[in-house]
């Protein structure tokens, strides 16, 4: 059974940074394509950011493109998001999802469907 669990969450400043780490077990952690997601309070779940299968190939919303960026270490099941320039707007749940792909290299469909979901990490940027 896939099984994500994100960490690494907490409450930053505006400007400040941010890493978030999602752990996956129970798998072939390479076989997979992974995503984050957010979750603001009152509002729909909104694609973050995808990573290819190898690492090398990443996607990101308009929103976070250029200030966020997604690692992987295959040898550790471990993605990574490093988020920089953090605005209030990137206030959210963060959850890490995985889905199986047929590419090492190309990302097909990141924004979805994914089938396996972690419970989230908080994320609050305030002053």
């Known amino acids: 059974q896939v099984q994500l669990k994100e960490s690494g969450g907490g409450l930053v400043r505006p400007g400040g940074s941010l890493g978030l780490v999602c752990v996956a077990s129970?798998?072939?952690?390479?076989?997979?394509?992974i995503a984050w997601f957010r979750q603001a309070p009152g509002k729909d779940r909104e694609f973050v950011s995808a990573i290819s299968r190898d690492g090398g190939t990443t996607y990101y919303s308009d929103s976070v493109r250029g200030r966020f960026a997604s690692t992987r270490d295959n040898a550790r099941n471990t993605v990574y998001l490093q988020m920089n320039s953090l605005k209030p707007e990137d206030t959210a749940s963060y959850y890490c999802a995985a889905k199986t792909s047929t590419s090492t290299y190309v990302l097909i469909s990141p924004r979805g469907p994914y089938n396996h979901w972690g419970q989230g990490t908080p994320v609050t940027v305030s002053s």
């Open positions: 129970g798998v072939t952690f390479s076989d997979y394509d």
